[in-house]
């Protein structure tokens, strides 16, 4: 079985400072893992994945996070905080197969402090 | 690309009564399609696995009588919340797998209220 851990349900940064999301996963088979956006009353949003190769990812609006097998961990970074970051992030895990489920992280909501 | 519509955005509807809820690929051929539900403030749980052609596979614990879940073209996926109770109250998303380098595409969510 599949799970994931996101630390922190809350996290809150001033405009500019690094952003720092963390997410920690269980799997039994090698995963495929991926960072979401969701704005209010909204769908969600694919921020990156990770699927195979270079472990560290690059994705949408300056985010990016790195695949560690050793920690099990897929932490999400930004460098520079924007006022329109704030929203819900989910990380997500998925076996590696096709149109295999994902299975989501709890959120973590995202305050950008002016 | 990879653009998946849901319909209604919104819903109020009373209980006891049916409600359906559409996706569709709009861009591509979604064989297999998930349908989640969002309580507010919490994450998504996945409901269930949409099959085109055969019957969905439902999570633990979800209600396959009540939540009816119907796949009969690569391009739709319906779920439909039957005998709708105001604990049915929630925002329901549908995913697609898009077959392109393993990529999952969300629709905008639904809202239902039951009132």
């Known amino acids: 079985a599949q799970s994931v851990t996101q630390l922190g349900s809350h996290v809150s940064v001033s405009e500019g400072a690094l952003v720092l999301l963390r997410c920690n996963y269980s799997s039994s088979v090698p995963p495929y893992l991926f960072w979401y956006v969701q704005y209010p009353n909204q769908g969600l949003q694919l921020l990156l994945k990770y699927t195979t190769g270079a472990t560290l990812v690059k994705g949408i609006n300056g985010f990016e996070a790195e695949f560690k097998k050793s920690e099990t961990s897929f932490h999400l970074t930004k460098p520079s905080a924007h006022m329109s970051d704030a929203a819900e992030y989910f990380c997500?895990?998925?076996?590696?197969?096709?149109?295999?489920?994902?299975?989501f992280g709890s959120g973590t909501r995202l305050s950008i402090r002016p | 690309g990879a653009v998946v519509s849901q319909h209604p955005s919104r819903v109020i509807c009373k209980s006891g009564t049916s409600v359906k809820i559409e996706c569709r690929s709009l861009d591509f051929q979604a064989t297999t399609m998930f349908w989640y539900r969002q309580f507010p403030k919490q994450s998504l749980m996945l409901m269930a696995t949409s099959n085109e052609g055969s019957k969905a596979t439902y999570e633990q614990g979800v209600e396959k009588d009540k939540f009816l879940i119907n796949h009969a073209s690569l391009t739709l996926s319906t779920l439909t919340v039957t005998s709708a109770h105001p604990e049915d109250s929630s925002f329901y998303i549908c995913s697609a797998e898009t077959g392109r380098g393993h990529g999952y595409t969300f629709g905008s969510g639904t809202r239902l209220t039951v009132v």
């Open positions: 997500a895990v998925s076996e590696g197969s096709s149109a295999s489920k994902i299975i």
